[in-house]
C-alpha cells in the first residue's frame, strides 16, 4: 500500500482556472513523494485547536512541511527585522501546531527550507531574520532569483548521509532566513561553508524519522538522484509507519 503524505499548502490568490481562491502547493513537492511511491495530500491551513492538528495528521503515514514566506518573528520572541515579509498569520499557527503533533506522535516528518524553520521554532528554536549580505557567504539565493548551489558538508553517521549515501552534497537553495538557537530535541547534522545550518535531525534515534534541510531537494530530484533519495527515505519510513498501524488494527 502507498503511505498517504500530509503536504503543507498555501492559499491562492484568485485567478484561472477558479474565479475565487484557491489552496495550493508547487508541484515537484508532490512529484517527488509519488516517485518515492507515496501519495501526497495537501493539507489546507486552518486556525489550529487544542486537538485540530492531531485530528488532521491521524489519517497520514507522513508529514512533509514546504518551503515559503518567512515566519513571524513573534512566536520565537524577537521584534521583525525590516526583511521579514508576506507572514501569514494563520498558516504559522497551523504549520507550528502540525510540527510539534507530530513530533509528539512520532510520525515521519520531512521539512524543507521554511519547513525547517518552523520546526525548530515550533520546538523552541529561534532564527537568523535575515543572511543577506554578510561577508564570505555562500551562495544561499537570498536574492530570490534563481536558486543558489553551494556545497554542503554532512556529520558521517547521521540520518542524513546514511540517506545520500555520501557526507557531502550540493545544496539548491533559497532563503535569507536561517537557524540561529537550535530547538529541543533537534542537532545539527550538516552546514555549508559559511556555516550555515543546513539540516536538523532528531537528537535521539527513539523519536524515529525526522529529517529537516534548509535547501529545496525538490526542485532537482527528478533529475539528481541525491536528491530524490530524501523523498525515497521518508515515504520508506512512512511506509514503515502505515505498516505497523495496519498490524496494529488487524
Not at 485567478?15 to 489546507?44: F, K, M, T
Not at 530530484?221 to 530524501?230: G, L, M
Request: hydrophobic share 45%.
Amino acid at each position: 500500500m502507498h503511505p498517504l503524505i500530509a503536504v503543507t499548502g498555501r492559499p491562492t490568490a484568485p485567478g484561472a482556472p477558479w474565479r475565487g481562491g484557491g489552496v495550493g502547493s508547487p508541484a515537484n513537492y508532490l512529484d517527488a513523494v509519488e516517485r518515492a511511491g507515496g501519495i501526497a495530500a495537501i493539507l489546507q491551513p486552518v486556525e489550529p485547536t487544542a486537538r485540530l492538528a492531531e485530528e488532521r495528521l491521524g489519517a497520514f503515514a507522513g508529514l512533509l512541511l514546504t518551503g515559503g514566506a518567512d515566519v513571524d518573528p513573534v512566536h520565537y520572541h524577537q521584534p521583525p527585522d525590516p526583511s521579514v515579509s508576506l507572514v501569514e498569520p494563520v498558516v504559522d499557527r497551523f504549520e507550528l501546531a502540525l510540527s510539534r503533533a507530530a513530533v509528539r506522535m512520532g510520525l515521519p516528518v520531512l521539512a524543507i527550507c521554511r519547513g525547517l524553520q518552523v520546526l525548530n521554532v515550533a520546538l523552541g528554536g529561534s532564527l537568523h531574520q535575515d543572511i543577506a549580505g554578510r561577508p564570505g557567504g555562500a551562495d544561499h539565493g537570498v536574492s530570490g532569483g534563481e536558486s543558489g548551489r553551494c556545497p554542503v558538508t554532512v556529520d558521517a553517521g547521521s540520518l542524513l548521509a546514511a540517506t545520500l549515501a555520501s557526507t557531502e552534497v550540493s545544496s539548491c537553495c533559497s532563503h535569507h532566513q536561517a537557524v540561529d538557537r537550535v530547538g529541543e530535541g533537534l542537532v545539527v547534522t550538516a552546514r555549508s561553508d559559511d556555516g550555515i545550518v543546513e539540516a536538523l535531525e532528531a537528537a535521539s534515534s527513539e523519536r524515529g524519522w525526522l529529517l529537516a534541510v534548509q535547501w529545496h531537494p525538490e526542485k532537482v530530484a527528478a533529475a539528481e538522484q541525491d536528491h530524490q533519495a530524501i523523498f525515497d527515505a521518508f515515504v520508506a519510513a512512512s511506509s514503515q509507519v502505515r505498516a505497523r498501524v495496519r498490524s496494529t488494527h488487524a
